[in-house]
Every structure is written in C-alpha cells, then in structure tokens.
C-alpha cells in the first residue's frame, strides 16, 4: 500500500493521486491550483513533488483545509485525547481535528463508532495510548495479558498499534471460539467465520476475516491522527496559500493550472457553512471551466461531452460502508476547447483518441518520466 496524502476525507484523491499527478502538466508552469482541495491530497502530493513555484488550496467547507493547515503546522504534536461520542457532538463543529478525525467514513457528521463497539474501541484506545490495560482487562480479559506482554517496552505509539491488532489476532486464532467471537462486539465485528470441515470444533479459522481484525484493531482514530503528525514534516509551506472562497471567487494568475475536483454530479451538496446546504450548480460550473485562459483539469466520473474531452482515467475500488466496496472508474477531462492547449503543455505528439482515453495515460506516463 502506498503512502497516504493529505488528511482523511470523504471522497480523498489519496489512493490515486500518484497515477493522476501524471496526467497534469507541470513544465514551465508557476502556479498550482486546487480549488476545491477537501483534505488536499493532490496539493500534498504536488507539495512533495515540487513542481510548481506556487501552491493555492481552496476549499468552500474548509474543515478538512483548515485540519491539514492546523497538521503541517505542528497543532497535534503530542495530540492523544479520546474523544467520545458526547465530546464529538459538541466539538465537531468547533474543532475540525474532531469533525474529520472521529466522524464515520470522514463525513464530519456522524460519529465515528457505533455505540455498542464504542466502549471496546476507548479500550484499545487506552491500552495503545496511555498503557492503561483496566478496560480492556474488563472488556477483553482472555486477550489482555497477551495485550500488555506485547507492548512491554514498546514507547512508541504507532509501533504500539501496529503490534496490538497482529496480537490479537495470533491469540485467537490458537484459542479464540465461535462462542468468544459471537458475545464479544469488538470479535465479532471482524465477521471472524468457523469452519467445523478444516479445523476442531470451537477454533477460528478464516485467516481473511482474521486480517480484517488486525485492520479493526488498528484504531482509525489513530491512524489519522499519525497521518496528521507527518504533515508537520512538509516542506515548502512559504510557496503555499489557503483560502475557503468560493471557486469563482478565487483569482487565477497567469501561467498556471487550474485543477479542480468537485462534488461529483451524483452528490448535490456543496457547503456545510450554513444551516441550509447550498446545491452545487453543475452547469454553472461547466460554463466557468469553458471560459477559463488558464488550463482547467476536471476530475469526475462523467462530464458533457459535447463540452469536455475525457484525457486519462483509472480504476479503484472504493469503500461503501464498513463491508461493502465498489470498482469505480475516475476520470479527468479538460474543456475540448483546450484540448491542444492541454496536448502543447503535456508534450504530447500524437493525437488523443477521444474513443480510447486510456491510451492517453500510457503517453502521460512516458512523457512526465523524461
């Protein structure tokens, strides 16, 4: 698995943007701008790589902006609460660390974990954190001494979360039984499975459902959170500016390139600054794009055709929920009006195929290489 970019967030480039960087030309450009930046894993990642003199994140919403502005500037150095489904009520809208950090799938309104898995997580959580083993000796007591013998020594938290899940799971898989994983939430979550034809009645056998809690018992919570502590080792921050306008708002320098990735045309919702979500104007939208001078690059899973031309895409597969997960296509497409504009900046020789955007990528990747 590859590295994470940005902070997390509904609907984050993260998974892709080392494929997508590929596709947006840097040669000869000053200015980078994301204009609807969420939890900036593209200005992360086009920080990283430095490419540009200068770097612009916009974001409407802003919580997401703010956490990664708040994470590179060293705000959670030391950060170690566990925030409870009280706390996350009434911080979420005060503090964006709790509204994108505890909140379910990041959509900063629904807490992050259900109420009869809450009690067994804050054990996890204290045991990985403080070294306090008294709820998880009480919630868990067949796995707690296994717990607190693994991470004797061990200071470092991340290498005290990494260690706790594997624990667990090598435990119950030499002791654990249905009954055990059936009456225990934070066990049966993992949808552990029994097979009576390959192993002795009352043992665990499903090693894929096992892994699955190793990734449970890693702690989300404190996954973003170390991802938040990297931030702080991001350089060039002087090349980079905030802002929370909205896009038309933002003023665009010359020579630069303009990439946008907004609420996709099957979502509606643009803004949480207000009591009523604003909707999010597609064909307004299009027709800002269309008259841009400076490069504009859209990612979306479909655009008009008639105005934009598809130049390179790829496929992932996203989460759902908790246990389902879907193979989606992202695509990015430029006005075909700047198509050549495109086509002159990426040094492309050969025409694209309108019908075989993918072969675009295959040109992409040789060009950016060189």
């Known amino acids: 698995m590859g590295r994470n970019y940005g902070v997390s967030y ?12 590929t596709a947006i030309p840097y040669k000869g450009v000053d200015n980078f701008y994301d204009l609807f930046a969420g939890g900036c894993a593209v ?22 902006l703010r956490l990664f502005n708040d994470g590179i500037h060293g705000k959670y150095r030391g950060e170690k609460r566990w ?37 067994y997580k804050k054990a996890c959580h204290y045991a990985i954190v403080f070294g ?7 919630l868990c007591p067949e796995v707690c001494n296994v717990c607190i013998e693994a991470l004797d020594g061990v200071k470092n938290t991340h290498e005290r979360r990494i260690k706790f899940g594997p624990t667990i799971v ?82 665009i320098k ?11 045309s099957s979502t509606n919702t643009y803004s949480k600054k207000s009591s009523t979500k604003q909707p999010f104007s597609h064909e307004e939208f299009y027709d800002w794009c269309c008259e841009q001078k400076e ?19 790829t496929k992932h597969v996203q989460s759902l929920c908790a246990t389902k997960t879907s193979e989606v296509c992202e695509r990015l497409f430029v006005p075909t009006r700047q198509l050549d504009k495109y ?6 020789a050969k025409e694209i195929n309108i019908n075989k955007p993918r072969y675009v990528e295959q040109d992409l990747f040789a060009s950016v290489s060189n």
């Not at 609907?11 to 960087?21: A, E, F, H, N, T």
């Not at 306090?132 to 009480?138: A, I, K, Q, Y």
């Not at 010359?254 to 996709?264: A, E, F, Q, T």
């Not at 086509?343 to 492309?348: A, Y």
């Open 10 to 21: 509904k609907g984050s480039k993260s998974r892709i943007v080392d494929k997508l960087v």
């Open 132 to 138: 306090d083993f008294g709820l998880l000796r009480e």
């Open 254 to 264: 010359p020579n630069s390139v303009i990439y946008c990735d907004p609420p996709y």
């Open 83 to 119: 925030i409870s489904r009280e706390d996350f009520i009434k911080l979420k809208d005060k503090e964006p660390y709790v509204a994108c950090c505890w909140s379910f799938g990041n959509n900063q309104r629904d807490y992050l974990y259900s109420r009869k898995l809450e009690p």
């Open 170 to 251: 090598k435990w119950l898989k030499a002791h654990g039984t249905p009954e055990m994983v059936e009456n225990n939430p934070l066990y049966s979550s993992c949808h552990v499975k029994h097979d009576t034809k390959t192993r002795p009645k009352g043992t665990i056998r499903d090693l894929q459902s096992l892994q699955s809690l190793q990734s449970l018992q890693s702690l989300e919570s404190l996954e973003r959170l170390e991802s938040l502590e990297r931030l702080e080792r991001l350089e060039r921050l002087e090349r980079l500016e905030i802002s929370t306008s909205d896009y038309r708002l933002v003023e």
């Open 343 to 348: 086509r002159e900046m990426m040094g492309l």
């Open 43 to 64: 200005t992360h990642k086009m920080l990283l790589e430095g490419r540009y003199e200068h770097y612009y994140a916009n974001d409407y919403d802003g919580q997401a």
């Open 295 to 313: 490069l504009v690059l859209v990612s979306e899973y479909d655009m008009p055709s008639d105005r934009f031309t598809e130049v390179w895409n």
